[in-house]
C-alpha cells in the first residue's frame, strides 16, 4: 500500500469521503490551486470536483480566493485545522468510552454488544477485511489469515492471543493449547470507538514496525517515542517516528534511514513560536540543525533530552 494510499485510509476513518480525502491531500501538498487543476492531479470527475471543495471549505479546511477566475483553493493553516478536527474526534471518543461504561453496567449480558464465541475456531479469515491486526507473534496470523501482511502489526509480549480490528467488527483468537478460542464483538456502536481511538494512535501501529529498523540499541534503553508530523534537515520527511534512548535521539521517516545522533552532542533545543523543536547537534561534519514538529508537548521532548544529557555528563 503506498504511503499516498495509507493517508487516505486514515483520512476516510475520520469521516472523510475518498474524493474529500485525495482533494485535501493534494491542496495541502501544492499549497493552492484551481478546480481544474485540483481534478486532473487527483482524478476526481470534473462534475464531482467542485462540490467537493465546496465540502471541504464550509468545513474550514480549504479557503477560497473568489477574486480569481477561476477561484484558487488553499491550504488554510492545513495543521491547526486539522489538529481543531482531531480534537472534536478525541472529545468524541471520551463521551463515547463513557456511554459504553454506562450500557455495560445495565446491559445485563455481554451478549447485547453482540459478542459471540466459538470454542474451537478452525475456518480462515481474510485480513483485508481487517484494519488492523495485532498479536506477539505472527503464529495465530499465518494460521488462521490469507491474503496481504500490511494490516498486522506485532506487539512483542508473551500474551497467545490476536486482536483484528474491522470498522463494525472485532475478533480475538485466543490460543488454549489444545483448541484456539474464537470471540467476535460486532456492534456498530462498539466498533466506531475502536477506529476512531486507533485513527488518534499513530504512534501504537509504528512502535514495532519502525523498531525492528534499529539494530544498534543493545545496551540502551527507550525512554520515549511519539509520531512526527514533519522534519526538516539532515533527515526531511512526514509521518515520521522520534525515539529517545538514554543515549541517543534518532528520527526516522518512511522509506528513509534512520538519523541518530548522541544526546551529549546536542548544542541547543528550544521551542520555537509554532511550536516546533529545534534542536542543534554537533555531527561529524559540523553543527546540523533539526526542525522537529512531534504529535505531542515538544516540551515534553525538550525536558527529557535535557535531563539525558545532564544525567548522561554525571
Known amino acids: 500500500m503506498s504511503k499516498q494510499s495509507t493517508l487516505v485510509d486514515q483520512l476516510k476513518l475520520l469521516g472523510f469521503s475518498e474524493y474529500a480525502s485525495r482533494a485535501f491531500l493534494e491542496i495541502v501538498k501544492l499549497g493552492k490551486a484551481s478546480a481544474p487543476e485540483l481534478a486532473k492531479a487527483t482524478k476526481i470527475p470534473q462534475a464531482k470536483i467542485y462540490g467537493v471543495l465546496d465540502e471541504l471549505y464550509n468545513k474550514g479546511f480549504v479557503g477560497k480566493d473568489e477574486d480569481s477566475k477561476p477561484s484558487i483553493y488553499f491550504a488554510d493553516k492545513p495543521i491547526k485545522r486539522f489538529n481543531d478536527f482531531i480534537k472534536q474526534f478525541s472529545d468524541a471518543s471520551t463521551s463515547l468510552s463513557e456511554a459504553l461504561e454506562r450500557l455495560y453496567e445495565t446491559a445485563g449480558g455481554a451478549h447485547e454488544y453482540g ?164 534542536i542543534t547537534i554537533k555531527g561529524s561534519e559540523g553543527i546540523e540543525k533539526v526542525v522537529i514538529l512531534p504529535e505531542s508537548d515538544s516540551q515534553i521532548i525538550l525536558n527529557l533530552l535535557e535531563f539525558v544529557k545532564l544525567n548522561g555528563k554525571k
Request: hydrophobic share 40%; glycine share 8%; aromatic share 10%.
Open 115 to 278: 459478542f459471540h464465541s466459538v470454542g474451537n475456531f478452525t475456518e480462515k479469515l481474510r485480513s483485508e477485511d481487517y484494519i488492523y491486526i495485532f498479536a506477539s507473534d505472527d503464529t495465530l496470523f499465518k494460521r488462521f489469515f490469507t491474503g496481504k501482511e500490511f494490516n498486522f502489526y506485532p506487539t512483542g509480549g508473551d500474551s497467545d492471543a490476536l486482536i483484528a480490528c474491522a470498522r463494525h467488527r472485532m475478533v480475538t483468537l485466543i490460543d488454549k493449547g489444545d483448541r484456539v478460542q474464537f470471540v467476535a464483538i460486532e456492534d456498530p456502536l462498539f466498533s466506531l470507538a475502536i477506529d476512531q481511538l486507533m485513527a488518534l494512535s499513530s504512534v501504537n501501529r509504528t512502535l514495532t514496525t519502525e523498531m525492528s529498523d534499529i539494530q544498534e540499541l543493545e545496551g540502551e534503553k527507550i525512554l520515549y517515542i511519539d509520531s512526527i508530523r514533519d522534519v526538516v534537515g539532515p533527515v526531511i520527511g512526514q509521518n515520521g517516528t522520534l525515539w529517545i534512548s538514554n543515549k541517543r535521539l534518532f528520527v526516522k521517516i518512511p522509506g528513509g534511514t534512520t538519523y541518530a545522533r548522541p544526546i551529549l552532542a546536542l548544542e541547543t533545543c528550544e521551542i520555537n513560536p509554532d511550536g516546533r523543536l529545534e
